[in-house]
């Protein structure tokens, strides 16, 4: 290992964790220096993406695993201003979905199985449990990550949008989706404005996430008080206004319905939409 890949593991270890707890150890490449440079990006270029670019990226993430190799996930890319603004307007506000040059809807799609069993004049009752829907929003993170880590190779910038699930009817009327198909989550794509590149963002330290045998709730309250005191000196570090700390925050998100921003209503939405949800 060089001199200079060893002054980078120790650099992206800093920034990812900024806690005066060891480093951890462990081997080093340029995959793993590539995962820790990961940042979200909220400001883009307006330059679009160039020809077979996202095509190739979706190669990528159709790479990833899936389970049972049903492939239950689809994509719809979207480069209108008019859907722009209206997927806008759902996430309250993001402007980096109007800035980014694509946006990219990352749908649980089982659709494609029901068209399959229909084909072969079979039942599909399964389809109807709310196993197959988390085995399709499962293979959408999987390959919906790898297209990041694709683009991130490549000099592009993601940022993910959970917002989208905030009024699922108005997305999937939006995109046209037929039954059994949920929209997940959304991505901007692009090449990140160099002004505005976006910064590693600090994560609970190893222990906190990382248990062996059994999970050791001992670790949990330390970890998250010192994740405390490094998100409240990266945030003034970052010249963003804190909030009350990371686990004030977060307990915030989930005290009562309000909180999850129309998501309450998810699950009747989702039969609306054919999902059985047994």
Not at 38 to 65: C, F, N, T, W
Not at 195 to 218: F, K, N
Not at 244 to 251: D, K, L, M, V
Request: aromatic share 6%; hydrophobic share 45%; with cysteine.
């Amino acid at each position: 290992m060089t001199d200079a890949s060893r002054s980078s593991e120790k650099d992206l270890l800093a920034a990812r964790y900024q806690n005066d707890l060891p480093l951890p150890e462990g081997p080093w490449n340029d995959v793993i220096a590539a995962l820790l440079s990961h940042r979200s990006v909220r400001s883009y270029k307006p330059d679009a993406l160039p020809a077979g670019m996202l095509e190739r990226l979706i190669v990528a993430a159709q790479s990833a695993s899936t389970s049972s190799n049903l492939q239950t996930w689809s994509v719809v890319a979207i480069e209108d201003p008019a859907k722009k603004q209206v997927l806008f307007d759902v996430t309250g506000g993001q402007r980096h979905i109007k800035q980014a040059p694509v946006v990219l809807a990352w749908l649980a799609d089982l659709h494609r199985l029901e068209v399959v069993a229909a084909h072969r004049n079979r039942p599909h009752e399964a389809l109807s449990y709310i196993e197959m829907l988390l085995v399709a929003a499962i293979d959408a993170a999987l390959a919906a990550q790898n297209f990041a880590v694709a683009a991130e190779s490549l000099g592009l910038g993601t940022v993910y949008i959970g917002a989208l699930r905030n009024r699922v009817d108005v997305v999937a009327d939006l995109l046209e989706l037929p039954s059994n198909v949920m929209p997940v989550f959304g991505m901007c794509v692009g090449y990140p404005d160099p002004v505005r590149p976006g910064v590693i963002r600090p994560r609970l330290e190893p222990g906190a996430v990382l248990h062996h045998e059994t999970y050791q709730r001992d670790r949990q309250l330390p970890a998250i008080k010192r994740y405390d005191e490094v998100m409240s000196r990266w945030y003034a570090e970052q010249g963003i206004k804190a909030p009350e700390s990371w686990s004030g925050q977060s307990a915030d998100r989930v005290k009562d319905t309000e909180a999850l921003s129309g998501r309450d209503v998810l699950s009747e939405k989702l039969r609306q939409m054919g999902f059985g949800l047994r």
